[in-house]
């Protein structure tokens, strides 16, 4: 087993380049993706144990918080926590030190992928995304450096009573919001991709083109990755720009396991 483990959830992309961020930093580590099928949840030969993920309706993307219970870690190990958003913290951070007591944690910005709700370029402070994303970098390097360090933050993470209540009324509308899922049927490559990027299993195929099932928690990679931009949640989000992470491909967010030396 590696010498650090971070067990990552990522839709788009920004996650996951944060978690490959600390790994060369980190060296020696087993990135694991978070997705519907937990595996390799005994981490307790690893040295450090981390959890990257988004927040999601002030919480944690669904299946996640089943996943982190799975995972078991050694009572010696150094865990860290990494929640990321476009602006609040949300409650992430405060569920995963209930299940797992954190050494370190941090909240951290990147762009918006709600589109839905937001164009992706809106962000507190607000940035543009090249610039956003080399905060990101520089972020993570100087994470990587506390953590090495063997940094421990002594406040616990805040549990704001408004995202406490957000994040319980979230599937619900997370499943409304599915809904409006829909595709153009003239522009769709019919590749499948989008399928095998659903972290739920919720696309299924039928004559040649993507149907949604009511399983949905909103990750969206499957609109933000599709190669033809034919995926969309009600009209207005086809007026408004697409966005994944530039340096994650969705061949990457479908791995089970990414090891960096």
């Known amino acids: 087993m590696s010498t650090n483990i971070i067990y990552c959830f990522s839709g788009t992309g920004n996650c996951l380049d ?16 978070m997705r519907s099928q937990p595996v390799v949840t005994d981490a307790t030969q690893a040295k450090r144990v981390g959890f990257v993920f988004p927040c999601h309706g002030g919480g944690l993307p669904g ?14 190990a150094y865990v860290f926590g990494i929640s990321q958003s476009a602006s609040y913290l949300g409650t992430g951070l405060y569920k995963l030190n209930k299940i797992h007591s954190l ?15 937001f164009p992706h370029t809106l962000m507190l402070p607000p940035t543009t995304p090249k610039l956003a994303q ?28 408004f995202n406490s ?12 919001k599915a809904k409006k899922l829909a595709v153009n049927k003239e522009t769709c490559a019919s590749c499948g991709q989008c399928a095998k990027l659903c972290p739920k299993g919720n696309i299924k195929f039928v004559d040649g083109h993507p149907t949604f099932g009511n399983d949905c928690i909103q990750c969206l990679g499957c609109l933000q990755y599709c190669p033809t931009e034919s995926i969309y949640m009600g009209k207005k989000t086809q007026k408004r720009e697409h966005y994944h992470n530039p340096n994650i491909t969705p061949e990457e967010l479908m791995q089970t396991v990414i090891h960096i030396d």
């Open 18 to 33: 944060f978690a490959k961020n600390l790994a060369k930093a980190l060296g020696d580590t087993d990135i694991v993706m």
């Open 63 to 76: 299946g996640v918080e089943e996943f982190m219970k799975s995972v078991k870690v050694s009572p010696d």
């Open 103 to 117: 050494s370190y944690w941090k909240g951290v910005t990147h762009q918006c992928t709600c589109i839905w709700l």
């Open 134 to 161: 080399k905060r990101s970098e520089k972020l993570a390097a100087k994470i990587a450096k506390e953590i090495l360090a063997g940094k421990v933050t002594e406040k616990e993470p805040p549990c704001n009573p």
């Open 165 to 176: 209540v957000e994040s319980k009324a979230w599937p619900k509308l997370a499943v409304k």
